[in-house]
């Protein structure tokens, strides 16, 4: 060690072999797909944390009566409305995908290179087809 | 990975002298864990939520009020409830702890998103008791 700040970039690897441990990411110095998906699984995160209003929203006025009902339903079936609710199905089927994955790499497994490329596409792929299987079922 | 060569460390301090100071020992843990049960509980529940509300798309009033207060409907949107606002909290939490410097304003945002998903957590029950309790 040159620097004492090294003291805190050092670790054991499950074996016990002593390694520096790995940097992340440099936004300023390269920026790839896989890091993109990382912030949008948190955007998501937050946009589905907004979406929870309107599920609350469409409880309280269930429980409210009928003139409430008619209030949220005229609401989301306005332009604003199907955008909102787009969004959020969306978000909601990528966030879930993703998610799943996080818990899958939570167990250790799927993290070499080749398994994420291909998992990057199986995610992306899922939520384009939940999201339309949503609204395919949803409007018929 | 950088290799380990030319890397000389103090092999007879404890594990426990070098961890000292250099990461929390407190809640971390259960705030990981609790994010991933929820995230599990999530998982059939959000599956169950969304396919109900594509099928209640457009419903009349008495539909709507007949489904969430029926008992098996009610107790499953009560779980998601639970799990969905617990997961968010935690979730932002992270989110604001990551991107907001400034110590007032980061404690500030973490303790208002808490009390926010509290209170619309106890808003979504209240509503579900009072439909359920209405229900013939």
């Known amino acids: ?140 | 990975m950088a290799d380990a060569k030319g890397l000389k460390i103090d092999t007879m301090r404890s594990y426990l002298g070098r961890a000292r100071g250099l990461g929390t020992a407190k809640g971390g843990f259960n705030h990981w864990w609790m994010q991933r049960l929820t995230s599990l509980a999530l998982l059939p529940l959000t599956l169950w939520f969304v396919w109900s509300l594509t099928h209640l798309a457009g419903a009349p009033y008495a539909t709507a009020h007949a489904w969430a207060g029926k008992p098996i409907n009610a107790i499953l949107l009560l779980a998601l409830i639970a799990a969905t606002f617990e997961h968010m909290q935690l979730g932002v939490q992270v989110v604001a702890e990551d991107y907001i410097h400034t110590k007032s304003i980061q404690w500030t945002v973490v303790v208002a998103v808490k009390a926010a998903s509290a209170l619309l957590a106890l808003a979504a029950a209240v509503a579900v008791l009072k439909i359920a309790a209405t229900t013939g």
């Open chain 1, 1 to 140: 060690m040159t620097d004492i700040r090294d003291a805190q970039m050092v670790g054991r690897t499950s074996d016990g072999r002593l390694v520096r441990r790995p940097l992340s990411g440099h936004l300023t110095v390269y920026i790839n797909f896989d890091m993109v998906m990382s912030v949008g699984h948190r955007v998501t995160g937050c946009a589905i944390a907004v979406g929870t209003i309107v599920m609350v929203w469409f409880l309280v006025a269930v429980s409210a009566g009928e003139d409430r009902y008619a209030t949220i339903s005229w609401f989301l079936r306005t332009p604003i409305g199907y955008l909102l609710l787009f969004g959020w199905t969306a978000a909601l089927w990528y966030h879930y995908c993703v998610g799943i994955r996080h818990l899958i790499w939570d167990t250790g497994r799927m993290y070499d290179l080749p398994t994420v490329d291909r998992s990057r596409i199986v995610i992306l792929g899922a939520t384009a087809v939940l999201t339309l299987l949503t609204w395919l079922i949803a409007l018929t």
